[in-house]
């Protein structure tokens, strides 16, 4: 199955005693199909997956995939260093409804080659649905190399690789490509890739589904959009976003500890960034 060509890496809004707000969690589902997500990764970094309970986590996959805008898919963040707990979310996200699941690289614990084959063999097991690998070493200090990848892409149901290493960034025999960091969106698709897992499309969203849809453009909105990209990365993720958001007006409030929302200066990064883009 297609899951889309941008798929935006959703925020998780909280209220002002830092509950989730689910409200306002909807809504933001019907703005990023309406500004051109073909879909939504739910529960990830960006979604501030480390500070939400296993409750709130299957609550948000479920509730992504009963209110979902029509023809947008869910791809549900399961991933964690624990294989068993991994294996139990994926199961729990497939049962609710979740159209693919992403599986991030475990972290800390730092398992050898036979160890990661094991885990994602594991992981694979637990649904019917695709898994997306997720290749992040600058937050899980393990890379997985393109040759690890190949291996992987030989697992049954192991479809597609975010790929968030931009050096390692090319095709893979067997796994669909999709860009993991917004400023390697249009090298994804100039490599024949399915497109990107974003942030950026929060807010810029119609320019960059442009970017997939307008392939001679391509390089001149990327360009054009290089300021925002910058903003989205002037602190810790989603800490800037966050704030992009709330200026725009979208009720998705702070961030949990250990994130602390965006100082004055970084504020005022993402406030030019938008101003400049037009949007405020």
């Given at each position: 199955m297609s899951l889309g060509s941008v798929i935006t890496a959703i925020v998780t809004p909280f209220d002002d005693q830092l509950r989730v707000d689910e409200d306002a969690f909807v809504?933001?589902?019907?703005?990023?199909?309406?500004?051109?997500?073909?879909?939504?990764?739910v529960c990830g970094t960006t979604g501030e997956a480390p500070t939400l309970t296993n409750g709130e986590h299957l609550r948000l996959i479920e509730l992504a995939c009963?209110?979902?805008?029509a023809g947008m898919t869910v791809v549900a963040s399961t991933g964690s260093n624990n294989t068993a707990h991994a294996c139990e979310m994926t199961a729990r996200a497939t049962e609710l409804g979740a159209d693919a699941v992403l599986s991030v690289?475990?972290?800390?614990n730092k398992p050898n080659r036979r160890g990661l084959v094991r885990h994602f063999g594991e992981i694979a097991q637990a649904t019917d649905k695709p898994v997306v690998l997720y290749n992040i070493p600058s937050r899980t200090s393990l890379p997985m190399p393109n040759d690890l990848l190949a291996e992987l892409?030989?697992?049954?149901?192991?479809?597609?690789?975010?790929?968030?290493d931009n050096?390692?960034?090319?095709?893979?025999?067997?796994?669909?490509?999709?860009?993991?960091?917004?400023?390697?969106?249009a090298t994804a698709l100039d490599l024949g890739g399915c497109g990107g897992i974003l942030v950026a499309s929060h807010v810029v969203g119609p320019q960059m589904r442009r970017m997939a849809d307008e392939p001679e453009r391509r390089a001149e909105i990327d360009a054009e959009l290089k300021p925002v990209y910058a903003a989205m990365?002037?602190?810790?993720?989603?800490?800037?976003?966050?704030?992009?958001?709330?200026?725009?007006g979208h009720r998705v409030?702070?961030?949990?500890?250990?994130?602390?929302e965006a100082d004055e200066q970084q504020l005022g990064t993402v406030r030019a960034a938008l101003v400049g883009a037009d949007l405020l």
């Amino acid at each position: 199955m297609s899951l889309g060509s941008v798929i935006t890496a959703i925020v998780t809004p909280f209220d002002d005693q830092l509950r989730v707000d689910e409200d306002a969690f909807v809504a933001l589902l019907q703005h990023l199909r309406e500004r051109g997500s073909d879909g939504v990764v739910v529960c990830g970094t960006t979604g501030e997956a480390p500070t939400l309970t296993n409750g709130e986590h299957l609550r948000l996959i479920e509730l992504a995939c009963a209110e979902r805008p029509a023809g947008m898919t869910v791809v549900a963040s399961t991933g964690s260093n624990n294989t068993a707990h991994a294996c139990e979310m994926t199961a729990r996200a497939t049962e609710l409804g979740a159209d693919a699941v992403l599986s991030v690289t475990p972290y800390y614990n730092k398992p050898n080659r036979r160890g990661l084959v094991r885990h994602f063999g594991e992981i694979a097991q637990a649904t019917d649905k695709p898994v997306v690998l997720y290749n992040i070493p600058s937050r899980t200090s393990l890379p997985m190399p393109n040759d690890l990848l190949a291996e992987l892409a030989q697992i049954e149901r192991v479809d597609y690789v975010k790929q968030a290493d931009n050096e390692a960034m090319a095709p893979v025999d067997g796994l669909g490509l999709y860009a993991g960091n917004d400023d390697s969106f249009a090298t994804a698709l100039d490599l024949g890739g399915c497109g990107g897992i974003l942030v950026a499309s929060h807010v810029v969203g119609p320019q960059m589904r442009r970017m997939a849809d307008e392939p001679e453009r391509r390089a001149e909105i990327d360009a054009e959009l290089k300021p925002v990209y910058a903003a989205m990365g002037v602190t810790t993720n989603p800490i800037p976003v966050k704030a992009a958001l709330n200026l725009l007006g979208h009720r998705v409030g702070a961030p949990r500890l250990p994130l602390v929302e965006a100082d004055e200066q970084q504020l005022g990064t993402v406030r030019a960034a938008l101003v400049g883009a037009d949007l405020l």
